[in-house]
Each structure stands twice: as C-alpha cells, then as structure tokens.
C-alpha cells in the first residue's frame, strides 16, 4: 500500500423523508442564500421540489432557482449560473437531481469566487475555493454527492473533462433512496453500471499489497451484482435501492480508492462518447469497459482472474489464468446486457467512421499529453483498438 491522506467531510443523512430537513442542512452548514440548481424536470414532476423549498421557507431562507440541466451538463449554463450567484449574492449552491446537476452546481461554486475562467480547473488547476455546496440525489451513479469532482462538456470544441478539488466536495448530501423509485429502468442501469466502473477503475491497479481496499471493492461490486437485478425486477424495492444507493456513494468517494494507483481509462474513453453522441454516461461504460479491459488483460492477467473468481465466482484455471481472465471480462459483459446495457458501438450510436477523431481528441484534446490510463499507458493508437473492440 502507498501513503496517503484521506479527508472526506460530507454529511450524509441517509433514509425515508431526509429531504424535508434539507433546509436545517443548508443552515447547518452557514448558507444564508441558496441557488437551488436542478435539471429538465423530473424532481418538480416527482413533487419533491415542493418539500425541498418548503424545508428552506421552514428556516426562513431566501433562495432562487436555475434549473435545465442536461445529462452531460454543459459549460453555458455554468457561466449563467455564475452571474446570477453574483449578482443575488447566493453563498450557498443547493443542487437536486443527479450527477450532471450536482456537477454543474460544483462548477457553479468554483467558478463564482474566481477571477478568472471557471474551465481553467478543467484543464486541470485544483479547486481550492468555492462555495458551499449542498445536495440532495435523485440517482445513484455518478458518486458525485461524495466526490470531490465535476464533470462538464465544454460547448466550444465539445470536450468533457473532469475538475477536482476538496473544496468541491458537498457539506451535506441527502440520500433517500425512496427518491430514485421514479428512475426509467435503462437510467437505472445506467447508474449501476456506472458504480462498477468507479468499482473496477480502482480495481485495476499497479500497487500490490492493497488487500483492504481490494476486498472493499469485491463487496461492493457483488451488492451490485445482487441489488441491480432486483430492482431491474421490481422498482419499488425500497431496500435494494438503499444498497444501490450506498454503494454508490462508496464507490467514489474514493474510501476504496486509497493507497494505490487508480486506472481510470474507461472513463476516459467513454468521456468521449457521451461528449460526441451525447449518449448515457454508464451506457457508454457498458460498451467501454468490456473493450478497455480486453485490450488491457495481458498487462496483468492474475488481477483480473482474482476479480473473475472472487466477483464472478469462476473457477480458477491455474494452467491457463488468461481463460478465467476473460471468463470474468465475459460475465462482466452479459450482467450489463442483462440488465438492459447496450453491447457494442451501433447500439449506443456512435460511428466506426469517428473512431480517429475520437481517439485523438481522448488522447490531444483540451491540451492532453498524448496518453492515457493509470494500470496501462495507452496512446492514439491503442485508444483506436480499442475503439474497435466495441464494433
Ligand atoms: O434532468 P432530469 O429531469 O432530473 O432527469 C434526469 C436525467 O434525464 C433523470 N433522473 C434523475 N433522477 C431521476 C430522473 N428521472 C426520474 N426520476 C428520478 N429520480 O435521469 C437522467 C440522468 O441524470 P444525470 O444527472 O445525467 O445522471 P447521472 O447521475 O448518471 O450523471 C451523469 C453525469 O455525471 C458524470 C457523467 O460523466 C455524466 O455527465 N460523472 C460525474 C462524476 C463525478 N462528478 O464524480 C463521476 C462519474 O464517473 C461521471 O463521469
Ligand atoms: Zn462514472
């Protein structure tokens, strides 16, 4: 295991209506005016709108709202959002909704107390000043409640890219996991998806010695295997969703991500997708990881036959580890379809004829190096193979 620090403040308060304590929160943590940021609809359609500003008038806390996030939220809001905090002196972001609107409202907090373009932290100068961010999730995925990261697209050039910071991470998150019950299964999927990902991109690592965190991943993503289907199966399950939603907080908030190397060149990769053809982020993950992890097996063959053993409860090939390797990367690939994932490019509506431009601009665009990928380092070319594993 390599040193490290871990610091993660965020509140939680986790069960059936803790939404309506959204206002206590807000003060709690020393906000006096609140933006309460959302996105297309579903949370004024789900009436939990309603109980979140009757929480705030509650505590006497005046508040305006912007809402219209999209999935794969964009850079143009964020500037709108940045004005209107300065000119209501807003001092505290209150975002409802799923990753794409808490992200938006993270690049919100960054970019109100600084002088210059908020998209400065997304070619990568740390977040160390913001505002104060509350919020309360609609979905489990993205793990943005517990992170201390923000994902946007900038319109101009079309590249999403990732900010990080302390600062960005929320003073308090409300998690009722009742909330999500009015998810479409797909998104739902989506979000499961997602968490495996977050799960497998620390997974893949070049650090030995992280039994810890190795065995803290493997729980995690068996829940996923045991919950994912359930509520696939019957939304309302009030209890899978509970454990859907906790792991999906724990997932990113990187308590399994500590003390070794990270991979993270799914996400890569798929940033480009969601960025181009404007599909799910965990749906492009589903096409992604099955392909990134192919390419990448030999690199380290018995860290993937652990994961195919331990995770997918395959029996060990002890002549020819590299069966059981793929055996997991297999079954990996049809629980995603099972519970309803796209399995290849034409599916997710992405095109063979993009796939140079897509890789270059992985590997070049927003003043990238020219390589990716924490476990293996990968360039333009490999990022095209591996395009075309997804065929
Ligand atoms: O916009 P509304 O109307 O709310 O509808 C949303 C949206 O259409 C809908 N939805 C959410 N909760 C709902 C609901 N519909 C009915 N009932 C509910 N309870 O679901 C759709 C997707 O929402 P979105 O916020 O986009 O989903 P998600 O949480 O998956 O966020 C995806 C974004 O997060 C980024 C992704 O790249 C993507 O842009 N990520 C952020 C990370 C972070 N900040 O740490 C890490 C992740 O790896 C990820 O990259
Ligand atoms: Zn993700």
Redesign the pocket.
Known sequence: MENFTFYAPTYFAFGQDTENDTGKYVKRFGGHKVLIH?????????G?MDRVKRSLEAEKLPYIELGG?????RSGLVYEGIELCRKENVDFILAV???????SA?AIAAGVPYDGDFWDYYQGKPVDEALSIGTV????????EG???????KEEGMF?R?ATGEA?RPKFTILNPA??????AY?TA??IT?IM??LY?RYLTNTTEVEVTDRMIEALLLTMIHEGPRVIADPDNYQARANIMWAGMMA?NNSCGVGRTQDWTS?DV??EL?ALYDC???AG?AVVMPAVFTYNMNHDVMRFAQAAVRVWGCQMDFAHPENTAREGIEALRKFLISIGMPKNFAELGAREEDIEKLAHTACYGNGGSGVMGGFVPLHQQDVEAIYRLML
């Open positions: 959302y996105g297309g609809g579903s949370v004024i359609r789900s939990l996030v999209r999935p794969n939220p909704g799923g990753g794409s609107t808490i992200d993270k999730l609609t979905i489990s995925a993205a793990g943005s992170s201390p990261d923000s994902v946007i697209t999403k990732g960005l909330l999500t019950q009015t998810l479409p998104q989506c979000g997602d990902a977050h991109e990113h996400h798929e940033h969601s799910a982020h965990g993950l």
